[in-house]
């Protein structure tokens, strides 16, 4: 797996800050160009695989309920 397809399921998978950290890795690059990359991927990932993105994990909750 490349480094931008373990960015692509980071980005798919909502785990933004994970992806920022390896997209900063990547790129050799600052934390704001990063977070523009990151931005413009997502986008991009919206516009082409839209069906294959899942919640982002600080909104997946494991309460079911009373």
């Given at each position: 797996?490349?480094?931008w397809?373990?960015?692509?399921?980071?980005?798919?998978?909502?785990?933004?800050?994970?992806?920022i950290?390896?997209?900063?890795?990547?790129a050799?690059c600052?934390?704001?160009?990063?977070?523009?990359?990151?931005?413009?991927?997502?986008?991009?990932?919206?516009?082409t695989?839209?069906?294959?993105?899942n919640?982002?994990?600080?909104?997946v909750?494991?309460?079911?309920g009373?």
């Amino acid at each position: 797996m490349s480094g931008w397809e373990r960015i692509d399921d980071l980005i798919l998978g909502g785990v933004a800050i994970a992806a920022i950290k390896e997209i900063r890795v990547a790129a050799d690059c600052s934390l704001q160009d990063a977070i523009e990359r990151y931005h413009e991927r997502a986008v991009w990932l919206h516009e082409t695989r839209s069906t294959d993105f899942n919640p982002p994990q600080d909104e997946v909750s494991d309460d079911v309920g009373p």
